[in-house]
C-alpha cells in the first residue's frame, strides 16, 4: 500500500552531511517501492521555494523566518499554518522526522499528531548522554517522543522512558555501488558474471589497510605495538595507512624505529571518495577499534572486497557475517594473531574475497533500510497485525500504557495525548500540555480561517509509463 | 455576496486569438442586481452627504458673514444658478443640520475622514485580470485597478520576447499557491499572471494551456487539450 510521506528535517542539501545523505537515500529508495515522498526543510541562503530532486522528490524549503518578520510568534507554533497547508495539499499520511536536534522535526511531530497523522522519528544522533547539550537535547526528544508513533535507531542505544516495542534499529546503510571491488565487472546489463576468484601465491604481497581517525579510541595505540609484530612474522606483508589524528606521530615513530618505511605506507587524511581507491589497493583491513557503534568503514571495506580483522567490541561483531571477518579481542597479542590467521587464510586461498561484494551489497542496501522503513509504517498505520510487527503475541493489554488506543499505536484523542505528556515531568508536563493545548486551539482557528477546500491539492510528480503505453506511442509514431 | 470566488471566463474572437478573463464577480441574477443599484444609489448618496458637509464647512468659515439673497430663480445655464442651488441646500433643513454637525468636527478630523469615505465609495465591487494571447503578436497581461478613478494597468509582452510560460509553485504567506508565470527574455523577474487573484489550480491550468496552445503550434494545443 503506497503511503504519502513527508520527511521533514533541519538537514537537507544544499548542506553536505549524513543525515542530509540518508533522508535523500531513503527518500529515493521509498519513491522506487511506490511510495510519494516530500521532503520539508528550511530555506537556505538562495535557496527557497518548491525543488524537484531527481526522481521527482519534492523539496520544500519553507522561508521560515520570512514569513511573519513583524509579529513575534512563538517558534514552536509558527510552522503550523504552513506545514497544514503542505499536508493537505500533498495529502500526507505519515510524517517523519529525522535528527534529534533538528527543531523543524520536533515541531513537525506535535502538528502532525495534532492534526491526526502518523509519526515517526529517526534518531540519527550517535553521541553519549553526559554533556550538556545533549541533557537539553533529551528533554527536547522526550517532548516530541511522548506522542510519537514510532521510532527508528541506527544503533541499539536505546532512550530512557521510551517503551521498547515503539522502538526499531534500522542500520545505516552503504551505498555499494561506490565501493566497488577491483576488476568488479558490474552486472548492468541483466547477466550476472560470476566474479573471478583470485588466487594468491605463497610469495605474493599481501597488503592490509586500515583508514580510520588516529585517535586513541580507534585503537592507534594497539595498531602501533601490532605492526612491527606482524611485519617480523610476515615477510611480503605491507600496510597501508590513511588518516590524521594526533596519534600519527606515535605511527611515524614506530615506523623510523624499526626502519620500516619501505613496507608502511602512511597517506594522511583522506576524503571520503577517495576510500575505495585506497581500499582497493589492499587484501585486508584491518579495524583495531576500542569501541564503536557501528563501523560503516568495515562495511565499506568488505564491500570493496577485503577481508576483515577487527576487534569485538561494541556493535562490529552484529555488522558482518563470520566469514567475512577474523574477530580478535582488544589487546595486542589477540590482534597479532589474528591478523596472522586472516593472512594463513588467505595465502590458502579459502577466503572467497571476490563475493564479498554482492553480499554486501544485498545486505546494507538503501533498498533494504527502505523496505524496513516502509515495515515501520505498515505497523504504524495498521496495515500489519500487532503480533506480525512487534514479532510476539501481546494480546495482554498489561503490556502497554493505558494512554494507547489500539496497542502499539498512539491513540489521537486530545485526553490521551494529554495524559502522554503530562508524565513528562513536574513542570515539563505542564509546560508540554499547554503547548498540546494551544497547538490544537491553533488547529481548530486555520480549520477555520484557512478552511481544507480552499487549499489546491499538488499534482504528483508523473510516474513512470507502464511498457504497453510506451508501446502503444511506439506503434502511433510508427504509422 | 457581491463577489465570488474567482472565476474564468474565455473569449475567443478568432482561431489565433484567445483572451482569459479571471474575475471575483458574481453571475447576476434579479435580486442582486437590485443590491447592485441600491448599493450605487447608497455610494452617490454617502457622497454628496460628505460634500454637503464639506461645502458647509468650507461656506461657514468663508462665507457665512454674506447673507446673499436670491430674489428670483436664475437662469438654469448660468453661473448663479450653482450658487442659489447650494444657498437653498444649505439653508435647507438638511443643509442647516449639517453646518451645525460640521461646526463640531475639527477640519483636521473630517478631511482624512471624507477622503477615506470618498475612497471607499470609489472602490470596485470586484477585481478582473485577464490574459490576451495572440499569435504571431504577443500576449498582454492586464488587472483592473482598485478605484473607479483609474484605469487596469495592462503589460504587453511581444512573441520574441517570451521565452516560456509556466505554472510553478511558491510560499506565499502562510500558503504555497500555484502561479503562471511568463518568462521575458532580458529581464531578471518573471511576469505573473493574475497577480492579485492567484486564482486556483485547475484555472491555472486551463490558461496555461490555452495560451501555450494559441501562442506555439496548434497541435501542441490539440495533445494538451486532451492531456
Known amino acids: ?479 | 455576496m457581491l463577489r465570488s470566488q474567482p472565476r474564468l471566463f474565455a473569449r475567443r474572437p478568432s482561431p489565433t486569438t484567445v483572451e482569459y478573463l479571471v474575475s471575483t464577480s458574481p453571475t447576476y441574477n434579479l435580486p442582486l442586481r437590485l443590491l447592485l443599484v441600491t448599493t450605487f444609489i447608497f455610494r452617490v448618496l454617502v457622497g454628496l452627504g460628505v460634500l454637503v458637509l464639506l461645502c458647509s464647512k468650507f461656506a461657514r468659515k468663508n462665507y457665512s458673514s454674506e447673507a446673499t439673497t436670491y430674489p428670483q430663480t436664475p437662469d438654469l445655464l448660468n453661473i448663479d444658478y450653482v450658487w442659489y442651488f447650494l444657498h437653498i441646500i444649505a439653508t435647507s433643513k438638511a443643509g442647516t443640520q449639517s453646518a451645525k454637525l460640521a461646526s463640531h468636527i475639527p477640519a483636521t478630523a473630517l478631511l482624512p475622514a471624507s477622503l477615506l469615505i470618498f475612497y471607499i465609495i470609489l472602490l470596485r465591487t470586484h477585481t478582473t485580470e485577464a490574459l490576451l494571447v495572440i499569435r504571431g503578436l504577443g500576449i498582454q497581461t492586464s488587472t483592473s485597478s482598485d478605484t473607479f478613478l483609474s484605469t487596469a494597468t495592462t503589460r504587453f509582452i511581444p512573441t520574441e520576447k517570451i521565452q516560456d510560460i509556466f505554472v510553478n509553485e511558491a510560499f506565499r504567506g502562510f500558503e504555497v499557491r500555484y502561479y503562471l508565470v511568463v518568462v521575458v527574455e532580458g529581464e531578471e523577474d518573471v511576469v505573473v499572471v493574475f497577480p492579485r487573484l492567484l486564482p486556483r489550480r485547475h484555472i491555472v491550468e486551463k490558461v496555461w494551456r490555452g495560451a501555450r496552445a494559441c501562442l506555439y503550434e496548434p497541435d501542441w494545443g490539440k495533445e494538451g487539450k486532451s492531456g
Open chain 1, 1 to 479: 500500500m503506497p503511503y504519502n510521506i513527508a520527511m521533514v528535517s533541519d538537514f537537507f542539501f544544499p548542506q553536505p552531511g549524513g543525515v542530509e545523505s540518508h533522508i535523500y537515500q531513503l527518500s529515493t529508495k521509498l519513491i522506487d517501492r511506490g511510495h510519494k515522498v516530500v521532503i520539508i526543510t528550511h530555506a537556505y541562503e538562495e535557496r527557497t521555494g518548491v525543488r524537484y530532486l531527481t526522481n521527482g522528490l519534492k523539496v520544500y524549503y519553507v522561508p521560515f523566518f520570512i514569513i511573519y518578520r513583524a509579529t513575534t510568534f512563538p517558534t514552536v507554533f509558527s510552522f503550523f499554518p504552513i506545514f497544514r497547508n503542505i499536508v493537505i495539499r500533498e495529502k500526507i499520511e505519515i510524517v517523519h522526522g529525522h535528527g534529534s536536534l533538528s527543531s523543524l522535526c520536533h515541531e513537525a511531530i506535535l502538528h502532525a499528531r495534532t492534526m491526526g497523522l502518523r509519526a515517526v522519528f529517526t534518531d540519527h544522533s550517535l553521541f553519549g548522554f553526559a554533556d550538556a547539550a545533549s541533557i537539553l537535547a533529551n528533554k527536547l526528544l522526550k517532548f516530541s517522543l511522548s506522542d510519537v508513533d514510532h521510532v527508528i535507531c541506527e544503533n541499539t542505544v536505546l532512550r530512557a522512558s521510551l517503551d521498547p516495542l515503539m522502538v526499531s534499529v534500522i542500520p545505516n546503510a552503504v551505498v555499494a555501488e561506490n565501493f566497488r571491488p577491483r576488476n568488479y565487472s558490474s552486472s548492468e546489463n541483466g547477466y550476472q558474471v560470476a566474479p573471478l576468484p583470485q588466487y594468491l601465491g605463497p610469495h605474493d604481497t599481501i597488503t592490509i589497510v586500515v583508514i580510520s581517525r588516529l585517535f586513541y579510541n580507534k585503537g592507534t595505540d594497539l595498531l602501533v605495538a601490532a605492526i612491527p609484530r606482524i611485519l617480523s612474522a610476515h615477510p611480503n606483508v605491507r600496510f597501508i595507512i590513511g588518516g590524521s589524528g594526533p596519534k600519527a606521530i606515535d605511527l611515524e615513530q614506530m615506523i623510523e624505529k624499526n626502519v620500516l618505511q619501505d613496507r608502511v605506507e602512511m597517506l594522511g587524511p583522506i576524503r571520503h571518495e577517495e576510500v575505495r581507491n585506497v581500499m582497493v589497493r589492499g587484501h585486508i583491513y584491518l579495524h583495531p577499534s576500542l569501541t564503536e557503534a557501528f563501523g560503516t568503514v568495515i562495511v565499506e571495506a568488505a564491500s570493496c572486497g577485503l577481508y576483515i580483522v577487527c576487534t569485538q567490541v561494541g556493535g562490529i561483531p552484529e555488522v558482518l557475517p563470520g566469514y567475512m571477518t577474523v574477530f580478535a579481542k582488544p589487546e595486542e597479542d589477540d590482534l597479532v594473531a589474528a591478523t596472522g590467521r586472516a593472512i594463513a587464510a588467505l595465502r590458502a586461498n579459502k577466503v572467497r574475497t571476490e563475493e564479498f561484494h554482492d553480499e554486501v551489497k544485498t545486505m546494507y542496501s538503501w533498498t533494504d533500510v527502505a523496505e524496513r522503513t516502509e515495515r515501520v509504517y505498515d505497523g504504524v498505520s495498521g496495515v500489519l497485525s500487532e503480533a506480525d510487527f512487534y514479532g510476539y503475541d501481546i494480546t495482554d493489554a498489561g503490556s502497554w500504557s493505558a494512554t494507547r488506543g489500539r496497542s502499539g499505536v498512539q491513540s489521537f484523542a486530545l485526553i490521551d495525548r494529554l495524559k502522554r505528556y503530562y508524565g513528562c515531568g513536574i513542570w515539563a508536563g505542564k509546560l508540554f500540555c499547554l503547548c498540546v493545548v494551544i497547538d490544537y486551539l491553533l488547529f481548530l482557528l486555520l480549520e477555520i480561517w484557512a478552511p481544507r477546500e480552499n487549499i489546491d491539492i499538488a499534482k504528483n510528480w508523473p510516474k513512470k509509463e507502464k511498457v504497453d503505453r510506451i508501446q502503444r506511442d511506439r506503434s502511433k509514431f510508427g504509422r
